[in-house]
C-alpha cells in the first residue's frame, strides 16, 4: 500500500526508512536504550529556579560598601522589615536609616530585583532539555485505516544545551552584577537627596533669619522717613532689601520642598510616613582627607559597571563560536515513527512498519553569512563597550577625586576661615554698636552679610557630602548618571547562539 500524505515541513526534506516488524527482543532493546539514553539527558540538562532569585549574590556584592552603611537590600518588604522602617522614622532620620529605609522600602530595589528574577528564569530555561514533540495522525483511504506515531527531538538543542547552558550562566552573572549597580545607585541617590534636603531645611531657617532682619531694618527707615530724618532714597534701598530677601526665601522654600519630596520618593514612603523629622543640620566634615592611592586603578578593579562589562563580553564571545559551528546547519530533529495500517477486510489483517525520521535544513541559499556577521559585529560591539566602560570609570574616578578635594577645602576654608572671621567681625560691630561708634543700620547690615556668609558655608558643606558620594560610587559602583546605556545594551542582545 502507498503510504498516505504526512504532515508537511517547508523548506525542509525529510530522510526517512522504513523497517519491517521488528522482533519482541530487539524492539525491547531498542526501548531500553532509547530510555537510558533520555534519562542520561534530562539529568545533564538538570536545572532549577536559585531559592532567593540571586538576592544573595547581590547583597555579597555590595556588602561592606560605604554607601550601604550596613544595610541590606530586601527583595520584598514583609511585615518585620515594616516595623523596622518605622522605628526608623520616629526618629530624625539620619543618612545612614534614610539609606536603610529605601533598601527595604523603595520600588527601585523590588524592581531591580524582580528583573533579576527574570534573568535567572532565563538561565533554567536556557539550561532545560527541549520537550519532545508527539505528533499523530489517522488517516483513510477506501478501506484502510492507517495510524501514524512520531516522537521527534530537537538534536540541534541537544548538542548545544551544555554550551547554552553556561552563556547562560554567564550571562546570569552579569545581571547580577548590574542588580548591585541599581541598589548601589539607589542607595547613592538616597544619601544626595538627604543632603540636599537637610541642607535647603536649614537653608530656609538662615535666609528666614535673614529676613527678619531686612524686615526690621524696613520698618525702621519707614519710620524716620515718615518724620524726615531719613530721605527717600535710603528707605527705596532698604524696601529693595527686604523684597530680595523675601525672592531668596521663598525660593528657598521650594527649594525645601521639592529636596524633601524626592527624597520622599527614593524612600517609597506614602501617607502619614511622609511627616518624618530631619535633622537641623549637616554631619560635620571629616579631620582629614582619605588616602585612596591609585583611583583609576581602584575604579578599574572594583567598579561593578566595569565587571558586568567584562562578564557580558565574555558571553558574547562565547556565542560567537557556537554561531559559528553551527552557521550552515542550525536545526535538526530526529523522530521515531510507528505506523500501523488495518485493512477492513474478512481477516482484519493490519501491518506495523517502524523507523526514523530525519529532518535537515539543505543550505542552498542561506549558508548562515548574515548570522555569522551579527555574531562577529555583536562581539566586536561588547568589546567596545568594555574599553569605552573602562576610560569612562578611569575618566570618572579622576574627576570625582579632584571634585572631593576641591569641595572639601572650600568647605575647610569656609568653617576654619570665612565664618570665624565674619563671626569676629559682627562681634566687633556690637561692641561698636554699644560704643555709639556704629549706627543701627550698619549694625543690621552687618547681621545681613553674617546670615548669607553662613548659608555660603552651609552650601559648601553640601557640596562636599554630595561629592563624598560621588566618589564613593564612581570608585565602586557604576557611573553618577547611572547604567542606562549598559542596561539597553545588554537587553538587545540575543541569546547565544540565536539565530
Same mark, same amino acid.
Given at each position: 500500500?502507498?503510504?498516505?500524505?504526512?504532515?508537511?515541513?517547508?523548506?525542509?526534506?525529510?530522510?526517512? %526508512?522504513?523497517?519491517? &516488524?521488528?522482533?519482541?527482543?530487539?524492539?525491547?532493546?531498542?526501548?531500553?536504550?532509547?530510555?537510558?539514553?533520555?534519562?542520561?539527558?534530562?539529568?545533564?540538562?538538570?536545572?532549577?529556579?536559585?531559592?532567593?532569585?540571586?538576592?544573595?549574590?547581590?547583597?555579597?556584592?555590595?556588602?561592606?560598601?560605604?554607601?550601604?552603611?550596613? /544595610?541590606?537590600?530586601?527583595?520584598?518588604?514583609?511585615?518585620?522589615?515594616?516595623?523596622?522602617?518605622?522605628?526608623?522614622?520616629?526618629?530624625?532620620?539620619?543618612?545612614?536609616?534614610?539609606?536603610?529605609?529605601?533598601?527595604?522600602?523603595?520600588?527601585?530595589?523590588?524592581?531591580?530585583?524582580?528583573?533579576?528574577?527574570?534573568?535567572?528564569?532565563?538561565? !533554567?530555561?536556557?539550561?532545560?532539555?527541549?520537550? &519532545?514533540?508527539?505528533?499523530?495522525?489517522?488517516?483513510?483511504?477506501?478501506?484502510?485505516?492507517?495510524?501514524?506515531?512520531?516522537?521527534?527531538?530537537?538534536?540541534?538543542?541537544?548538542?548545544?544545551? #551544555?554550551?547554552?547552558?553556561? +552563556?547562560?550562566?554567564?550571562?546570569?552573572?552579569?545581571?547580577?552584577?548590574?542588580?548591585?549597580?541599581?541598589?548601589?545607585? =539607589?542607595?547613592?541617590?538616597?544619601?544626595?537627596?538627604?543632603?540636599?534636603?537637610?541642607?535647603? @531645611?536649614?537653608?530656609?531657617?538662615?535666609?528666614?533669619?535673614?529676613?527678619?532682619?531686612?524686615?526690621?531694618?524696613?520698618?525702621?527707615?519707614?519710620?524716620?522717613?515718615?518724620?524726615?530724618?531719613?530721605?527717600?532714597?535710603?528707605?527705596?534701598?532698604?524696601? =529693595?532689601?527686604?523684597?530680595?530677601?523675601?525672592? @531668596?526665601?521663598?525660593?528657598?522654600?521650594?527649594?525645601?520642598?521639592?529636596?524633601?519630596?524626592? =527624597?520622599?520618593?527614593?524612600?517609597?514612603?506614602?501617607?502619614?510616613?511622609?511627616?518624618? %523629622?530631619?535633622?537641623?543640620?549637616? #554631619?560635620?566634615?571629616?579631620?582629614?582627607?582619605?588616602?585612596?592611592?591609585?583611583?583609576?586603578?581602584?575604579?578599574?578593579?572594583?567598579?561593578?559597571?566595569?565587571?558586568?562589562?567584562?562578564?557580558?563580553?565574555?558571553?558574547?564571545?562565547?556565542?560567537?563560536?557556537?554561531?559559528?559551528? %553551527?552557521?550552515?546547519?542550525?536545526?535538526?530533529?530526529?523522530?521515531?515513527?510507528?505506523? %500501523?495500517?488495518?485493512?477492513?477486510?474478512?481477516?482484519?489483517?493490519?501491518?506495523?512498519?517502524?523507523?526514523?525520521?530525519?529532518?535537515? &535544513?539543505?543550505?542552498?541559499?542561506?549558508?548562515?553569512?548574515?548570522?555569522?556577521?551579527?555574531?562577529?559585529?555583536?562581539? =566586536?560591539?561588547?568589546?567596545?563597550? !568594555?574599553?569605552?566602560?573602562?576610560?569612562?570609570?578611569?575618566?570618572?574616578?579622576?574627576?570625582? +577625586?579632584?571634585?572631593?578635594?576641591? /569641595?572639601?577645602?572650600?568647605?575647610?576654608?569656609?568653617?576654619?576661615?570665612?565664618?570665624?572671621?565674619?563671626? @569676629?567681625?559682627?562681634?566687633?560691630? !556690637?561692641?561698636?554698636?554699644?560704643?555709639?561708634?556704629?549706627? !543701627?543700620?550698619?549694625?543690621?547690615?552687618?547681621?545681613?552679610?553674617?546670615?548669607?556668609?553662613?548659608?555660603?558655608?552651609?552650601?559648601?558643606?553640601?557640596?562636599?557630602?554630595?561629592?563624598?558620594?560621588?566618589?564613593?560610587?564612581?570608585?565602586?559602583?557604576?557611573?553618577?548618571?547611572?547604567?542606562?546605556?549598559?542596561?539597553?545594551?545588554?537587553?538587545?542582545?540575543?541569546?547565544?547562539?540565536?539565530?
Amino acid at each position: 500500500m502507498n503510504s498516505l500524505a504526512r504532515r508537511p515541513y517547508a523548506g525542509i526534506p525529510r530522510y526517512r %526508512t522504513d523497517s519491517p &516488524p521488528l522482533g519482541r527482543k530487539s524492539h525491547f532493546s531498542f526501548l531500553r536504550t532509547a530510555t537510558a539514553l533520555t534519562a542520561a539527558l534530562v539529568l545533564a540538562g538538570c536545572a532549577s529556579l536559585s531559592p532567593d532569585g540571586g538576592a544573595g549574590d547581590v547583597q555579597a556584592l555590595v556588602d561592606g560598601n560605604p554607601l550601604m552603611a550596613g /544595610a541590606a537590600a530586601q527583595r520584598k518588604p514583609d511585615d518585620a522589615s515594616q516595623q523596622s522602617v518605622d522605628a526608623l522614622l520616629a526618629k530624625p532620620l539620619d543618612a545612614e536609616a534614610a539609606v536603610r529605609i529605601a533598601l527595604v522600602n523603595s520600588p527601585r530595589v523590588q524592581e531591580a530585583f524582580a528583573t533579576l528574577q527574570l534573568s535567572d528564569a532565563d538561565r !533554567v530555561q536556557a539550561a532545560s532539555l527541549p520537550n &519532545p514533540v508527539l505528533s499523530f495522525s489517522r488517516l483513510a483511504q477506501g478501506s484502510e485505516r492507517e495510524f501514524e506515531r512520531m516522537l521527534t527531538f530537537n538534536v540541534v538543542g541537544l548538542l548545544t544545551l #551544555p554550551w547554552q547552558a553556561r +552563556w547562560a550562566g554567564q550571562r546570569h552573572e552579569a545581571a547580577k552584577l548590574q542588580a548591585a549597580q541599581s541598589v548601589l545607585l =539607589l542607595a547613592a541617590d538616597t544619601r544626595r537627596a538627604w543632603v540636599r534636603a537637610v541642607a535647603a @531645611q536649614q537653608s530656609v531657617s538662615y535666609l528666614r533669619d535673614a529676613k527678619d532682619a531686612t524686615e526690621a531694618g524696613a520698618e525702621l527707615a519707614h519710620r524716620m522717613a515718615k518724620v524726615g530724618n531719613w530721605s527717600a532714597l535710603q528707605r527705596t534701598r532698604e524696601q =529693595l532689601l527686604l523684597a530680595d530677601a523675601s525672592a @531668596q526665601l521663598a525660593r528657598a522654600e521650594q527649594a525645601a520642598v521639592a529636596s524633601r519630596e524626592q =527624597l520622599t520618593r527614593l524612600l517609597g514612603l506614602s501617607g502619614a510616613r511622609t511627616g518624618y %523629622t530631619l535633622p537641623d543640620r549637616l #554631619p560635620p566634615l571629616p579631620k582629614a582627607a582619605p588616602e585612596l592611592g591609585d583611583v583609576q586603578a581602584l575604579a578599574l578593579r572594583d567598579r561593578l559597571d566595569v565587571r558586568s562589562a567584562q562578564a557580558q563580553n565574555t558571553a558574547v564571545a562565547g556565542s560567537l563560536g557556537l554561531t559559528h559551528a %553551527t552557521r550552515m546547519i542550525n536545526a535538526m530533529e530526529l523522530g521515531v515513527v510507528r505506523n %500501523t495500517t488495518f485493512e477492513n477486510d474478512a481477516d482484519r489483517s493490519k501491518s506495523t512498519t517502524r523507523g526514523f525520521e530525519l529532518e535537515l &535544513p539543505i543550505p542552498i541559499f542561506d549558508w548562515g553569512q548574515a548570522r555569522s556577521g551579527r555574531a562577529e559585529a555583536q562581539y =566586536l560591539q561588547s568589546a567596545a563597550r !568594555v574599553r569605552d566602560v573602562g576610560v569612562l570609570a578611569a575618566s570618572e574616578a579622576r574627576e570625582a +577625586w579632584q571634585g572631593w578635594n576641591t /569641595a572639601y577645602a572650600l568647605a575647610r576654608r569656609y568653617r576654619d576661615e570665612v565664618l570665624p572671621l565674619r563671626k @569676629q567681625v559682627n562681634e566687633e560691630m !556690637v561692641l561698636r554698636y554699644n560704643g555709639m561708634l556704629a549706627s !543701627v543700620w550698619e549694625l543690621l547690615g552687618e547681621t545681613r552679610a553674617s546670615m548669607l556668609a553662613v548659608n555660603a558655608g552651609m552650601e559648601a558643606q553640601r557640596d562636599f557630602w554630595l561629592a563624598d558620594t560621588d566618589l564613593q560610587l564612581v570608585l565602586t559602583g557604576s557611573s553618577p548618571g547611572g547604567m542606562t546605556a549598559l542596561q539597553t545594551a545588554a537587553t538587545n542582545e540575543p541569546a547565544a547562539g540565536g539565530h
